[in-house]
């Protein structure tokens, strides 16, 4: 069973690459967040492998934290692995992780192609394992992973087009700057955050 790949990457799109292992192509599907993180140099993806009697696929990650995501989300009645990599695809890591875990099914359903049963699904078979996975690396206290306010922002501005690099380096003048943050209003972080990513660009 093939679990790690490192190579050269041929081909990348959104949703699937080809990486050269020592003159092997193997084909990976994974979601866009994957994507923005694979260099041309050097591919680096943990690999779940999937067999079927007609097929063997191959579905790649950034860390081991994302496949642990995926695999329990296989282990949700009707998930099977493009539904898993759908719902993976719909909003980044932490967000996903937090809503599973606070059972927000509004949220869930949110992500195209998931509709009410799976949402329900995923809360109530996922929702208190997730809360008990330090695995995740979500745990309180270690500083992995944005807090559910800086994921929220940081989806919404996403969904504008803007990439995640510039993303955090506003965040992170925003969060230096001002004093109150974290008192601070969802609307007006997304204020301040495209107010100065659109400093110096054409209007």
Same mark, same amino acid.
């Given at each position: 069973?093939?679990?790690?790949?490192?190579?050269?990457?041929?081909?990348?799109?959104?949703?699937?690459?080809?990486?050269?292992?020592?003159?092997?192509?193997?084909?990976?599907?994974?979601?866009?967040?994957?994507?923005?993180?694979?260099?041309s140099?050097?591919?680096n993806?943990?690999?779940?492998?999937?067999?079927?009697?007609?097929?063997?696929?191959?579905? =790649?990650?950034?860390n %081991? #934290?994302?496949?642990? *995501?995926?695999?329990e989300?296989?282990?949700?009645? $009707?998930?099977? &692995? +493009?539904?898993?990599?759908?719902?993976?695809?719909?909003?980044?890591?932490?967000?996903?992780?937090?809503?599973?875990?606070?059972?927000?099914?509004t949220?869930?359903?949110?992500?195209?192609?998931?509709?009410?049963?799976?949402?329900?699904?995923?809360?109530?078979?996922? =929702?208190?394992?997730? %809360? #008990?996975?330090?695995? *995740?690396?979500?745990?309180?206290?270690?500083?992995? $992973?944005?807090? &559910? +306010?800086?994921?929220?922002?940081?989806?919404?501005?996403?969904?504008?087009?803007y990439?995640?690099?510039?993303?955090?380096?506003?965040?992170?003048?925003?969060?230096?700057?001002?004093?109150?943050?974290?008192?601070?209003?969802?609307?007006?972080?997304?204020?301040?955050?495209?107010?100065?990513?659109?400093?110096?660009?054409?209007?």
């Amino acid at each position: 069973m093939i679990a790690h790949l490192s190579g050269k990457l041929l081909f990348k799109s959104p949703t699937l690459s080809v990486i050269d292992c020592q003159g092997v192509g193997y084909e990976v599907m994974h979601s866009p967040f994957c994507a923005e993180k694979l260099e041309s140099e050097k591919a680096n993806l943990f690999i779940h492998t999937h067999v079927r009697e007609d097929a063997l696929q191959l579905f =790649g990650f950034s860390n %081991a #934290e994302e496949r642990i *995501l995926f695999r329990e989300l296989l282990k949700v009645n $009707g998930v099977g &692995p +493009k539904m898993a990599l759908s719902i993976m695809s719909g909003m980044p890591y932490t967000e996903l992780v937090l809503a599973i875990r606070s059972k927000d099914k509004t949220r869930l359903q949110k992500i195209p192609g998931i509709g009410k049963k799976i949402a329900e699904r995923l809360a109530i078979e996922l =929702g208190d394992r997730f %809360a #008990e996975m330090p695995s *995740l690396g979500l745990e309180a206290g270690t500083g992995i $992973g944005p807090m &559910p +306010k800086d994921s929220e922002l940081e989806s919404v501005l996403l969904n504008l087009g803007y990439q995640r690099s510039e993303i955090q380096r506003v965040q992170k003048n925003i969060r230096t700057r001002e004093e109150k943050y974290d008192d601070l209003s969802l609307e007006v972080l997304v204020r301040l955050s495209l107010r100065e990513l659109t400093q110096g660009r054409p209007v």
